[in-house]
T-cell receptor
Framework: AQKVTQAQTEISVVEKEDVTLDCVYE???????LFWYKQPPSGELVFLIR??????QNEISGRYSWNFQKSTSSFNFTITASQVVDSAVYFC?????????????FGTGTRLLVSP | DAEITQSPRHKITETGRQVTLACHQT?????MFWYRQDLGHGLRLIHY???????NKGEVSDGYSVSRSNTEDLPLTLESAASSQTSVYFC?????????????FGQGTRLTVV
């Protein structure tokens, strides 16, 4: 069965520190998508990135980077030089071929607190 | 601009009452979903629909029902509200973009059952 594990419940850092949020997934499908969403204090869910199972290239977008490793079933998210505005709950999610990629399975989320 | 809206944004209700949370999307998406968000559980799927008159149970469907009479709306009904249903509820819609479905989420409804 599909499963997404975010073992870090809460992380606290000081501004300008780098921080990595871990995501480990389980799936029997060979074709799947992985996602990261951000939930700021205002509560909405903000899409950050999508990665398919055939694309293991790391992705960098400004201060954000993602490391996808199929060998360890991990899709980790790093924020470089964190800022207070990065404080949020971050969710990793998975969608599989056997559901037509239509359903998302979420991890339990990691709360990131960035203090000045 | 197309959007997905939930109403109300906040609601307090009493145990045993019937409650309906509204979800309306103007994307014209076939797929719509209801999730609940609880600390320590992330977002869990309650019900989903792949089109008009289609409804399916998710992993935490007990005590909830949905109906889909048109493309735009998927109301979520709590038949007899329980304190365990105090949660934040998110509606989402999605449509196929290439091979993947792009999901769009509403702003959430915070429901408190007292």
């Amino acid at each position: 069965a599909q499963k997404v594990t975010q073992a870090q419940t809460e992380i606290s850092v000081v501004e300008k520190e780098d921080v990595t949020l871990d995501c480990v997934y389980e799936t029997r499908d060979t074709t799947y998508y992985l996602f990261w969403y951000k939930q700021p204090p205002s509560g909405e869910l903000v899409f950050l990135i999508r990665r398919n199972s055939f694309d293991e290239q790391n992705e960098i977008s400004g201060r954000y980077s993602w490391n996808f490793q199929k060998s360890t079933s991990s899709f980790n998210f790093t924020i470089t030089a964190s800022q207070v505005v990065d404080s949020a709950v971050y969710f990793c999610a998975l969608s599989e071929f056997n559901t037509g990629f239509q359903k998302l399975v979420f991890g339990t989320g990691t709360r990131l607190l960035v203090s000045p | 601009d197309a959007e997905i809206t939930q109403s109300p944004r906040h609601k307090i209700t009493e145990t045993g009452r019937q409650v309906t949370l509204a979800c309306h999307q103007t994307w014209n998406h076939n797929n719509m979903f209801w999730y609940r968000q609880d600390l320590g559980h992330g977002l869990r799927l309650i019900h989903y629909s792949y089109g008009v008159h289609d409804t399916n149970k998710g992993e935490v469907s007990d005590g909830y029902s949905v109906s889909r009479s048109n493309t735009e709306d998927l109301p979520l009904t709590l038949e007899s509200a329980a304190s365990s249903q105090t949660s934040v509820y998110f509606c989402a819609s999605s449509e196929r973009v290439g091979t993947v479905h792009e999901a769009f989420f509403g702003q959430g409804t915070r429901l408190t059952v007292v």
